[in-house]
């Protein structure tokens, strides 16, 4: 602690010098050599040295240069690479021809930058144009599709959501599967809102919060994922599921630039296969058909007390469609403004932005406010110094959901009698709702509370000092904080006559502290003109804390709700403290022969609190070659060959995402006789380690006709010593101990494709990924098959693919008698669900995923088309069995798809005949009526825009003036029975909060 304290006091004594020693630093502007239009984006680097920038909107950049730098190399996707000598110059403006595909774009990766030429690891960035425009509040969700390997899947449409992230695969079974964040160079601390290691989500009082959203979209210059060993592994223990690196924008030099944006759209809820409940009269008519399958009479007056009795006389009484009651158009509106500029010496980007979502359910909202600050300023011609800094506050309003609650708006909207009245006589909300145990969702939005509030500070500071050319020194040091706050009560105005301890308060208080140093030594050099040399050390250290105080206060004064109106006596309290350290040494080797013959190693070793002490250091290695055959002799007469590359890279990395003590043999309170004390959760384990994941791949990078370019790789990861509970004897006192002793594989191909179709006034680029990833289970401590221990409806089985459902084989519907069929054991078919056989009936990973995305240019209109798609995975609808129950689920509305049941002999239907009460288990839990597959092809982002020409913004003294029409998630094709077919990586889930579409307008301007 005393060291990362230091380290930041030297940042801000330093931040007061103020010498005045020259820099020299080259600006200038990059144009289309076809309509002088500005290019933003353009990779600008030193011919020869990894140092480089790109082109901002305005397609202008700023440059630091060695004083002794020659040439500068521009170049761009389709456009013509083009090298211009310095020249003594200060200001350089360059104009670039449409052309081909560029081979040097300048990417972040591990603590420095490289070229597409240069790179022996599987890295694929996202740039800032695809980021942009987008309506999203954060960044991940505008990853789905556009990168091979990388699945983002939604768990909720809820605004402000967060996305599960898988890079080749699920790695891990009890360790985290996220990758790792690293913001400007430091690891961002995870929050709850992050996925847990189950595919879960933890949070107090939202349904779903994602860290990721204290960030502005629009602050992010690049997202760059680390997918192998190669361009992971020097991250080491935390780099089992690969990382993603965010770069966030940078001040150009010159005159101040500033950027306004605003947009404002709506939402509704995705229905793209006509999913919805029955009408009255068909529901009514179900209800008939259920009571007379039970042998009763439904126009009998004296079954009006069993439930049983449904005359036509309902249909004229008032009705209601509950779904239009609960959902509404949703509201989307975001303003920005942001300012860029500086002198040679000093260089600075700000903005601040307002995002606020209105959910399409009722009492639903995500608000956020952030304010970013990044200077960049050189003190003399060795000496730099610059921060990092982001603020926010985000407040999410929430009700029930992510569960079958009857308060959750969805499952409540396709459950209640269409007869039942939404208001009462007073004209207030309709409590008396029986079918929905008395509660009414549009009440419990009005009245009730549930939100969460956080506050998050992340700031990052460096000083870099070079000493002699080719050798530089550097500290970063960043502060990664957040405060939140959480209050859930159950009002009294929302209770169908509540008892005085109903109305009931819930409170939190939870911080979140992160502090991190990483100190670099990095030197450089080329040696005979041939040989290019680049080594760096590093050394890390990490101190996470966590605190967390939560109340409960059953019988708070209604006109004064809060803790101190309750009974003392019947409150309750709860505290919590966890914190983790980390501190890691590590280093680099970089060699490349004459730009041929390209070898890169890495090593780190990682000391962690969390593991035992017998087992606190990992080491984690990788090695990594690369051979650019198009610059050998052999090729020069291939010239319609402009980057042939050959990759192939091994390495261990690891996983300490595991709980901060499970090494040790803890202790929990226990009650006995009224006495209070500890007793043994768990035994001691001082040789608990790491999970390993060792990584092979081979890689293979192209560009041909000056058009075309793309990579393929084919890869293998294993993930060894896995954690898993291995069973006791329950003489121990114990049923398991945590161990390492589990095996997992994932291998997989991938293929990207970027093309330049269209060049001259219409320009069109097309890119495409696709990918397919297939994990094995190779070992589960000596069992074949172990349950999920956070559901009966998954298993892990030696042989198949990680996620697995065991589910009752279900086999359709009797033609003769309409009763719903099963497979036994020994293949026979039964109406007995007793008999049923349960077996592993499919999985929900995919069995390929991917994505295209279209760009159309014609002067300064600009239309852009996103999609994605799965194919191969199942998903589980277990919500159904109460919406198409067959009459289990009595007196309670159906969903349309349920109208397909059996009515007459010989009939061949979909669902079973409904009964009155139905006990014959045909909607039972866990069998695979439920299952179906979860292909879809999404639409998901359409924008077009137009960007005024410059000589009538010139008159108004504008840069730039873009306006824009945006729609995200604009059509999904599926065949799945329900909203959207996106249910997170298990597949499952229950009363999940749909997907939604978004129309956005927006107004870009810059002046």
């Known amino acids: 602690m005393k060291k990362i304290v230091f380290f930041f006091s030297i940042l801000l004594f330093m931040g007061t010098l103020a010498l005045n020693a020259q820099t020299r630093v080259i600006t200038g502007k990059v144009t289309s050599a076809e309509d002088s239009e500005p290019i933003p984006g353009v990779s600008i680097s030193v011919l020869g040295t990894t140092l480089g920038t790109v082109s901002n909107i305005d397609g202008e950049f700023s440059l630091q240069v060695p004083e002794d730098a020659q040439t500068l190399v521009f170049s761009f996707v389709g456009m013509t690479r083009k090298e211009v000598a310095v020249e003594g110059r200060s200001v350089i403006n360059v104009q670039l021809e449409s052309e081909m595909i560029g081979v040097e774009e300048v990417m972040v990766v591990a603590y420095g930058t490289t070229s597409r030429e240069a790179k022996t690891g599987s890295v694929t960035q996202v740039t800032a144009e695809q980021i942009a425009d987008v309506p999203v509040s954060s960044f991940d969700k505008v990853l789905s599709g556009k990168l091979a390997g990388v699945t983002v899947t939604a768990t909720s449409g809820q605004p402000g959501a967060a996305s599960q992230i898988r890079i080749r695969g699920t790695s891990s079974i009890n360790a985290g599967n996220e990758p790792l964040y690293v913001i400007d160079g430091v690891p961002a601390m995870a929050l709850p809102g992050d996925s847990d290691r189950d595919g879960s989500q933890d949070y107090f009082f939202t349904n779903t919060m994602n860290a990721l959203s204290t960030l502005n979209p629009n602050d992010i210059e690049s997202v760059t994922v680390l997918k192998d060993a190669a361009a992971a592994s020097i991250y080491g223990s935390r780099a089992a599921n690969g990382v993603i690196l965010v770069t966030t924008k940078s001040g150009q030099a010159g005159k101040t630039k500033f950027s306004v944006r605003a947009k404002y759209g709506i939402s509704q809820l995705a229905n793209d296969n006509n999913y919805g409940t029955m009408s ?25 007390n069993d439930s049983k009795y449904y005359p036509m006389e309902l249909l004229s009484r008032p009705l209601t469609n509950w779904m239009d009651a609960f959902t509404r158009l949703g509201q989307t509106q975001e303003y920005e403004l942001s300012a860029n500029g500086g002198s040679e010496k000093t260089k600075y980007f700000t903005s601040g932005s307002y995002h606020s979502s209105e959910g ?85 939005a009005a009245y009730d509370d549930q939100w969460e509030k956080q506050y998050r500070f992340l700031g990052t500071g460096f000083l870099e000092w070079e000493p002699v050319k080719g050798l530089k020194i550097k500290t970063t040091n960043s502060a990664d904080l957040t405060s939140a706050e959480g209050r859930r009560y159950w009002s009294e105005d929302g209770a169908y006559e509540p008892a ?61 709700p809060y803790l101190n109106t309750a009974t003392s006596d019947d409150d309750d309290a709860d505290y919590d403290n966890t914190s983790w350290t980390l501190l890691s040494y590590f280093g680099i080797l970089d060699y490349n022969y004459n730009g041929k013959y390209y070898l890169q190693a890495s090593f780190r070793a990682d000391g962690s609190s969390r593991f035992g002490t017998d087992t606190k250091w990992g080491n984690f290695y990788s090695v990594g070659a690369s051979w650019n055959i198009h610059e050998e002799s052999f090729m020069d007469n291939l010239t319609w060959i402009d980057l042939l590359k050959l990759r192939a890279s091994y390495g261990i990395n690891g996983n300490n995402e595991i709980g901060d003590y499970d090494q040790f043999g803890v202790y929990g309170s226990r009650q006995y006789n009224g006495v209070s004390g500890l007793g043994p959760d768990n035994l001691a384990n001082p040789k608990l380690s790491w999970e390993l994941n060792t990584s ?57 494709l970027e ?18 990833n297939i994990s094995e289970v190779a070992d589960l401590a000596g069992n074949d098959q172990i349950e999920s221990d956070y559901s009966s409806r998954l298993f892990y089985v030696v042989g198949e693919r990680l996620f697995t459902y065991y589910l009752y084989d279900y086999e359709g519907v009797d033609p003769v008698d309409g009763n ?51 194919i191969g995975n199942e998903v589980l609808i277990e919500e159904n069995r109460y919406l198409t129950s067959d009459g289990y689920n009595w007196d309670s509305n159906q969903v349309s798809t349920a109208l397909n049941y059996w009515t007459t ?51 108004l003294n504008l840069g730039a003036v873009k306006v824009y029409g945006s729609g995200y998630n604009v059509y999904t094709f599926h065949d799945v029975d329900y909203w959207d077919p996106e249910r997170g990586v298990d597949g499952m889930g229950f009363g999940i909060y749909p997907m939604t579409k978004t129309f956005v307008f927006g107004l870009d301007v810059m002046f």
């Open 755 to 772: 093309g330049n179709i269209l060049s001259g006034p219409v320009k069109w680029d097309l890119s495409f990924n696709i990918a397919r």
């Open 820 to 870: 719903a069929l099963w497979r036994t054991e020994d293949g026979q078919l039964t109406s007995d669900y007793g008999k049923a056989r349960r077996y592993f009936a499919g999985s929900p990973e995919p069995d390929w995923y991917g994505g295209l995305s279209s760009m159309v240019t014609w002067k300064g209109l600009a239309l852009n088309v996103a999609v994605e798609y799965k």
């Open 696 to 752: 092979y791949n081979i890689g293979l990078d192209f560009n041909i006709f000056r058009r075309l370019s793309g990579n393929i790789d084919v890869y293998k990861r294993v993930t060894s010593d896995m954690l898993l509970d291995k069973p006791l004897s329950r003489t121990t006192g114990f049923t398991s101990i945590t161990t390492n002793i589990g095996e997992l594989s994932n291998r997989g191909i991938e293929l990207q």
């Open 500 to 560: 005085p301890e109903d109305v009931a308060l819930q409170t939190t208080t939870s911080l979140y502290r992160q502090l991190t140093t990483s100190n670099t030594v990095n030197y450089s050099n080329v040696f005979d003109d041939v040989h290019n040399l680049r080594v760096l050390a590093g050394q890390e250290a990490t101190v996470y804390d966590f605190w967390y105080y939560y109340t409960w206060a059953p019988g708070v004064d209604p006109d004064m």
């Open 360 to 444: 399409v359910f009722h009492g639903i909202s995500f608000e956020k406010m952030q304010f970013r600050t990044n200077v960049d300023h050189a003190i003399n011609d060795k000496l730099t110094i610059g921060t990092r800094v982001n603020a926010a506050y985000t407040e999410s309003n929430d009700v029930s959901m992510q569960s079958l609650y009857f308060a959750n708006p969805l499952f409540a909207g396709m459950l209640i009698l269409p007869w039942t009245p939404l208001y009462d006589e007073n004209g207030k909300y309709n409590l008396n709702i029986p079918e929905n145990a008395y509660t009414n969702p549009r009440a419990t």
């Open 280 to 304: 009255p009269k068909q529901l009514l008519t179900y209800f008939r058909d259920g009571v007379r399958n039970a042998g009763d009479d439904p126009d009998n007056p004296a079954n009006a």
């Open 905 to 955: 002999m010989g009939e061949v239907a979909d669902n079973p005949k409904p009964i009155f009460n139905n006990s014959t288990n045909s909607s039972g839990f866990r069998n695979t009526r439920w299952m179906q597959r979860g292909d879809y092809l999404r639409l998901k982002d359409v924008t077009l825009s137009y960007t005024i020409p410059q000589k009538y913004t010139d008159k």
